[in-house]
């Protein structure tokens, strides 16, 4: 079956300290995989997109960084975080060839910078 | 650029009733996908529904339903028998067929749901 994990489901980090999110999709090959923020009550923010191994597209100049070092493998990252990085982070998979059966939501990340 | 726009930040149905949560989207494609999305207290985004822009017929999963009107550039989801587990807060999206599009999709600012016993 096909599933996406992301891991940690909550974060609490202090200003200038590094992050790592982490995202894997099991049960498919090659997918595009996405990175969306989500502020309090709002809807969701592209942060970055992946449409195959190495290949990161970035949609919001941030204090944020992506990878894709395997196929089923994202990874959002900062050096130092900043108070505005705090959000809920959501990892996506989209589903089907044409993209026209959406995405699948990993459970996603609270962040919370102190 | 492509918006979505819920006009109904808030919306209260009694159970058993039905309700319907608008969504308007703006673009100069043709050929085009669009999704409602269900977030719940956990957190967890679930896709709820899908219409694809070349199918006049309106898209049903169960209870839920779009009234997909394309001229109008509309998309509005019913939902019938409403259930407590149906509150959440739900989410309109839009993705372009476009093959450079990369899956990009454009979301609403959502619409919080509320069902009343």
């Known amino acids: 079956s096909q599933t996406i994990h992301q891991w940690p489901a909550t974060l609490v980090q202090p200003v200038g300290s590094p992050l790592s999110l982490e995202c894997t999709v099991e049960?498919?090959?090659?997918?595009?995989l996405y990175w969306y923020r989500q502020a309090a009550g709002r809807g969701l923010q592209l942060l970055f997109y992946?449409?195959?191994?190495?290949?990161i597209s970035s949609e919001v100049p941030q204090n944020l960084s992506a990878s894709r070092p395997q196929d089923r493998q994202f990874i959002l990252s900062s050096k130092k975080l900043l108070l505005s990085d705090s959000g809920f982070y959501l990892c996506?998979?989209?589903?089907?060839?044409?993209?026209?059966?959406?995405?699948?939501f990993g459970s996603g990340t609270r962040l919370t910078v102190v | 650029a492509q918006t979505v726009t819920q006009s109904q930040p808030e919306m209260s149905v009694q159970e058993a009733e039905t309700v319907t949560l608008s969504c308007t989207y703006d673009?100069?494609?043709?050929?085009?996908?669009l999704f409602w999305y269900k977030q719940p207290p956990s957190r967890q985004m679930i896709l709820v529904i899908r219409q694809e822009a070349y199918k006049q017929q309106n898209a049903t999963e169960n209870r839920f339903s779009v009234n997909f009107q394309k001229a109008a550039k509309s998309f509005s989801l019913k939902i019938s028998d409403s259930q407590l587990g149906d509150a959440a807060m739900y989410f309109c999206a839009y993705r372009s067929a476009k093959s450079t599009n990369a899956g990009k999709s454009t979301f609403g600012d959502g619409t919080t749901l509320t069902v009343k016993p």
């Open positions: 673009t100069s494609e043709s050929d085009y996908y």
């Open positions: 049960g498919t090959s090659n997918p595009n």
């Open positions: 996506a998979w989209e589903r089907g060839l044409r993209g026209n059966y959406g995405y699948t």
């Open positions: 992946s449409v195959g191994i190495g290949q």
